[in-house]
């Protein structure tokens, strides 16, 4: 079932959605994080700023690394948790092959090469999140071809 494969898809989708936000409409009156808002208020939701800024996330304080570990909790499992591909009504239709198509180029590539990554990458923020130095990387076949 590849339950880790899909907790470190999880994980990066977390860190680094598709989507830079969310848009959801407040159906009444409502106090959030202590300011008033109005009905029919658009309240846009950054996606990638709420990840890395929620130090309850999951129950732990480093919200903002990658640890695919922390969706294999009973927290991290609960629906609603991650909105990568919407929630609720608006739920995507094709988020469940894409999370398969994932997880299997994932697996094809860890049996076939070998990766090396700057990990001091700095992220910017545009339409999406990118590298600032476009992240190099050292990719090598595991195996020599016959």
Known sequence: SMVYADA???????LNPVVSWLTRVAAQDIELAG????????????LHHLAVNDKCSFGQADAGHFCPERLLTEKGLEPGGLMPF?????????????????????????RHYSFVVDNNT?????V???PSNGLPIVIRPLHASA
């Open 86 to 110: 919407g929630h609720g009504t608006r739920f995507c239709l094709g988020a469940g092959l894409a999370m398969t198509e994932i997880k299997v180029f994932l697996a094809l590539l860890a």
């Open 8 to 14: 470190v898809t999880r994980e990066s989708l977390r």
């Open 35 to 46: 300011y008033y808002v109005p009905q029919d208020t658009t309240i846009l939701m950054p």
């Open 128 to 130: 999406g999140r990118y």
């Open 122 to 126: 700095e992220w910017k923020q545009g």
